[in-house]
């Protein structure tokens, strides 16, 4: 056994470090650059001539630089950038116009200033189904998929990027289904058991081995005979616990399918892993240029390579798949709305800073946090300059950048977005700025209204306009707003979430 281990490691040992080695038949190819995210950090501000940064807010009130949460300075750049003006002073009065001329600017201003562009020429993707069962969530049958997206490398075959989606729809289901696809780790719901018959062979087999291998456990074997080392995990069918179902039933008791799309397949979570990942594998593993993808746009380019698949997936209607994430995934789901039409609506959980929050606030988290080495990955490298105190250029704050978060979410008009919040009393920190999302989810709504759809509905002007109470949903437009009343999770407002959802695909 143990033996069987260590060869299966050596050989992948050895093919690995074959592939990497400059010498031989590879020898064409550039090394991977492996820099730390510090170095990597560095690197980008050298290119931007940047020579300092401004320090992000602490959010530790104790700190000597602690964030602001006094919402009489939370605005000092009231003004935001236009929505409905073109750069050359025209005013934006049709549909047509936002379509053909004022929504390009603004996704332009967002590729090369602050998610960064996906490069031309991305390499295919061909997904491979792993596994494919039918299993049991709660009560409810399902067809469970785990898949594999595997990125062609061949042009730089150092690196590998293989995306990891599970899809799970209701087995019984008359048609296709809508489909929640969310960032998360993909997990199997219920992975099927073997039968307990087999499990006992099972068992005999594996205890025979590892006597084998340690003669002495064949004494413990018999001092505990009914002692098997694989157990069962069948679950046991107990009470239901108190509170909402987990969400994954929810969906899949509402006739939804879901899939987790697992965001550390496609790019890792840090400055270093930019010369990896899919960044890395189209860079031949060089660091990236100012205007390259950072991570939230990598990410959302992975989700939009998993709609590619349930395009193909007869089970799914690809009509209506939505895209959802909490927190730093919260962000990535709004910059995939934006960013690919195709998906249909969007669950975005406290995004925060570089998500739904207005950059120009001084509130909580800010512009100069998202500059730091620590999280700098997730933007373009371009995003850098916003927080320069000494450049070459001089200096740049929040107030620089040619957009904000009401035009991300302005993007994504007219289709169904819903921005969620948790408590701060619950762990939804102020950090995130909720009434800073709330203000631009407010002065998204006029690209709303002129594309025909409903916004939050309210009269107020952004700059005025208060959050509603807690657990007081805004769910009359296609643009809906609900802060719920538990902490930094969208968990609770999954209840509300489907059946607004459903509205408008039951109303097409
Ligand atoms: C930090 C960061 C947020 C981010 C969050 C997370 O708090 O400042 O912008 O959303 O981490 O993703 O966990």
Same mark, same amino acid.
């Given at each position: 056994?143990? $033996?069987?281990?260590?060869?299966?490691?050596? *050989?992948?040992?050895?093919?690995?470090?074959?592939?990497?080695?400059?010498?031989?038949?590879?020898?064409?190819?550039?090394?991977? /650059?492996?820099?730390?995210?510090?170095?990597?950090?560095?690197?980008?501000?050298?290119?931007?001539?940047? $020579?300092?940064?401004?320090?992000?807010?602490?959010?530790?009130?104790?700190?000597?630089?602690?964030?602001?949460?006094?919402?009489?300075?939370?605005?000092?750049?009231?003004?935001?950038?236009?929505? *409905?003006?073109?750069?050359?002073?025209?005013?934006?009065?049709?549909?047509?116009?936002?379509?053909?001329?004022?929504?390009?600017?603004?996704?332009? %201003?967002?590729?090369?200033?602050?998610?960064? =562009?996906?490069?031309?020429?991305?390499?295919?993707?061909?997904?491979?189904?792993?596994?494919?069962?039918?299993?049991?969530?709660?009560?409810?049958?399902?067809?469970?998929?785990?898949?594999?997206?595997?990125?062609?490398?061949?042009?730089?075959?150092?690196?590998?990027?293989?995306?990891?989606?599970?899809?799970?729809?209701?087995?019984?289901? #008359?048609?296709?289904?809508?489909?929640?696809? @969310?960032?998360?780790?993909?997990?199997?719901?219920?992975?099927?058991?073997?039968?307990?018959?087999?499990?006992?062979? /099972?068992?005999?087999?594996? $205890?025979?081995?590892?006597?084998?291998?340690?003669?002495?456990?064949?004494?413990?074997?018999?001092?505990?005979?009914?002692?098997?080392?694989?157990?069962?995990?069948?679950?046991?069918?107990?009470?239901?616990?108190?509170?909402?179902?987990?969400?994954?039933?929810?969906?899949? !008791?509402?006739?939804?399918?879901?899939? *987790?799309?697992?965001? +550390?397949?496609?790019?890792?979570?840090?400055?270093?892993?930019?010369?990896?990942?899919?960044?890395?594998?189209?860079? $031949? +593993?060089?660091? =990236? #240029?100012?205007?390259?993808?950072?991570?939230?746009?990598?990410?959302?380019?992975?989700?939009?390579?998993?709609?590619?698949?349930?395009?193909? %997936?007869?089970?799914?209607?690809? #009509?209506?798949?939505?895209?959802?994430?909490?927190?730093?995934?919260?962000?990535?789901?709004?910059?995939?709305?934006?960013?690919?039409?195709?998906?249909?609506?969007?669950?975005?959980?406290?995004?925060?800073?570089?998500?739904? #929050?207005?950059?120009?606030?001084?509130?909580?988290?800010?512009?100069?946090?998202?500059?730091?080495?620590?999280?700098?990955?997730? @933007?373009? +490298?371009?995003?850098?300059?916003?927080?320069?105190?000494?450049?070459?250029?001089?200096?740049?704050?929040?107030?620089?950048?040619?957009? %904000?978060?009401?035009?991300?979410?302005?993007?994504? !008009?007219?289709?169904?977005?819903?921005?969620?919040?948790?408590?701060?009393?619950?762990?939804?920190?102020?950090?995130?700025?909720?009434?800073?999302?709330? @203000?631009?989810?407010?002065? &998204?709504?006029?690209?709303?209204?002129?594309?025909?759809?409903?916004? *939050?509905?309210?009269?107020?002007?952004?700059?005025?306009?208060?959050?509603? &109470?807690?657990?007081?949903?805004?769910?009359?437009?296609?643009?809906?707003?609900?802060?719920?009343?538990?902490?930094?999770?969208?968990?609770?407002?999954?209840?509300?979430?489907?059946?607004?959802?459903?509205?408008?695909?039951?109303?097409?």
């Amino acid at each position: 056994m143990k $033996k069987a281990i260590y060869l299966f490691f050596a *050989l992948v040992a050895s093919t690995a470090s074959a592939q990497q080695s400059s010498g031989g038949a590879n020898v064409k190819y550039q090394p991977v /650059i492996n820099f730390s995210a510090q170095e990597d950090h560095q690197h980008m501000l050298k290119q931007l001539g940047i $020579k300092a940064l401004r320090p992000g807010p602490s959010g530790d009130e104790k700190a000597p630089n602690p964030a602001n949460y006094n919402e009489a300075l939370a605005n000092p750049y009231p003004e935001l950038p236009e929505l *409905l003006t073109l750069k050359n002073g025209k005013k934006v009065t049709t549909a047509e116009q936002w379509w053909n001329k004022r929504r390009p600017e603004i996704a332009e %201003d967002f590729e090369r200033e602050v998610y960064g =562009r996906i490069p031309k020429e991305v390499p295919k993707v061909s997904w491979e189904t792993l596994i494919s069962e039918k299993e049991w969530v709660g009560w409810i049958p399902v067809n469970a998929k785990k898949l594999v997206g595997r990125v062609d490398n061949s042009q730089y075959p150092l690196l590998e990027v293989n995306i990891a989606m599970t899809v799970v729809t209701p087995a019984n289901a #008359k048609g296709p289904v809508p489909l929640l696809m @969310m960032f998360g780790p993909s997990e199997l719901p219920a992975p099927a058991q073997p039968p307990k018959e087999s499990l006992e062979k /099972i068992n005999a087999a594996f $205890k025979a081995l590892l006597i084998e291998q340690d003669p002495s456990l064949k004494e413990v074997f018999e001092q505990y005979p009914a002692y098997n080392p694989i157990a069962s995990q069948v679950p046991a069918f107990g009470p239901r616990p108190a509170g909402d179902p987990p969400t994954t039933h929810q969906l899949l !008791a509402a006739g939804w399918g879901y899939a *987790l799309i697992e965001p +550390g397949s496609i790019q890792a979570d840090n400055g270093a892993g930019l010369t990896k990942g899919i960044i890395g594998l189209v860079n $031949k +593993g060089q660091p =990236r #240029k100012p205007d390259d993808w950072g991570a939230l746009r990598a990410w959302a380019w992975g989700a939009s390579r998993g709609l590619d698949y349930l395009e193909t %997936d007869p089970a799914v209607d690809a #009509k209506w798949v939505g895209i959802e994430g909490v927190s730093r995934f919260g962000k990535a789901a709004l910059v995939t709305m934006a960013f690919d039409q195709r998906f249909a609506m969007a669950l975005v959980g406290s995004s925060g800073q570089g998500g739904a #929050k207005l950059h120009r606030r001084n509130f909580g988290e800010a512009v100069e946090n998202l500059t730091s080495s620590y999280e700098y990955h997730w @933007m373009a +490298g371009n995003y850098l300059k916003y927080g320069a105190s000494e450049a070459t250029f001089g200096s740049k704050n929040a107030n620089d950048l040619p957009v %904000d978060a009401h035009q991300l979410i302005a993007l994504c !008009a007219p289709r169904p977005v819903f921005i969620s919040y948790g408590i701060p009393e619950q762990g939804d920190a102020r950090w995130v700025d909720q009434q800073g999302s709330y @203000m631009a989810t407010v002065a &998204a709504g006029p690209v709303y209204q002129l594309l025909g759809a409903r916004d *939050l509905g309210i009269t107020e002007d952004y700059k005025t306009a208060k959050m509603p &109470a807690v657990n007081t949903g805004l769910l009359e437009g296609e643009l809906a707003w609900r802060q719920h009343d538990g902490g930094h999770t969208d968990a609770p407002n999954f209840k509300y979430f489907i059946p607004w959802a459903n509205k408008f695909i039951q109303g097409k």
